[in-house]
């Protein structure tokens, strides 16, 4: 699941979060289109898979944009557009039109389009919006929240990261670069590893726990995936990668590690060049006093729970 830029072509994108998790978007959004989009509806020419993130709903390939839903027909109908087992939808947004003026677009669209359509089991679908003035028709791809399945897994532990967290992790941690070697030397049952193996990251687990280790073995096998976890302690990690993940032990967690928080900050600073940690409270301070320089923090409050921080270090 590689990023790739068409300078030809333009992608309109669809993001969706709830508003504790705007700041985490905006992260993973930086990491992976390389900017932060003024608002929910953007367009670039980074090509994605929604699917990869589980804040973009969907992806339009902008094939035609015209300013008027007459220039649009017109357009498509010079173009002798063929297409067989076809499907298209009209997508709502902020500057939506009224429900009469979508069934005409559709219809006006429709007609204009050479071939059979089919609703049930299309081959091809086109979707077609409205967005400050201008109509936008093109090949539809939506996210299909295949995360979701993950959630259920042979093992489980109700102080694990969630599967959407694990993910956007993922993607800031790699942002575009599928060589990087990322290690998440405390990974418990490997939510972390899974989502990783998931987009076809460059990633490794260990863990001090036998017993969980071989845990997170079965995760992996459930999901299809080899398993490239060890058990071992983090001050024992003779290797250096580029981007680590740590869960910072906390609470009664702490005591199955023979390292403590501050013990697990400082020596990761030995096997990464860049650390995501995840955390109960603010630890900008004590990475600072371990050399670290903070690139960014956020929060993500929680109603019912406990808040996490997420901070990004180099």
Known sequence: MINVVDSNKQYFYCINYKDNQ???CELEMKAIFGFIPDNQLFVTTIIIDPSRSVFIKYRIEVNYQENSLESLESKVLSD??????YKIIYLKNDFDITYEERLNAMRKIGF???????????????????????WILGYYKKNDNSWVNRKQKPHNYSFALDVWLAKVLIN???????????VDPCCGIGTVL??????????????????V????KQNLKFFGFNANVECKNISDIDKYYDVAIIDLPYGKFIKSHSNNRNDVIKISRNISKRVIFISMTNINEIVRKFGFSVTNTCKLEKRSKFSRFITLCE
């Not at 081959?123 to 919006?129: D, M």
């Open 213 to 216: 280790v071989n845990q997170t």
């Open 194 to 211: 899974i989502e990783g193996y998931s987009i076809g990251a460059n990633i490794k687990g260990y863990d001090i726990n036998p017993t």
């Open 22 to 24: 705007k700041d985490l």
């Open 80 to 85: 002798q557009l063929y297409m067989d087992d």
């Open 172 to 182: 800031i941690a790699v942002e575009n670069d599928f060589t990087k070697k990322i």
């Open 112 to 134: 204009a389009i050479e071939g059979k359509f089919s609703l049930a089991n299309p081959k091809v679908e086109l979707a077609l919006t409205k967005i400050n003035g201008s």
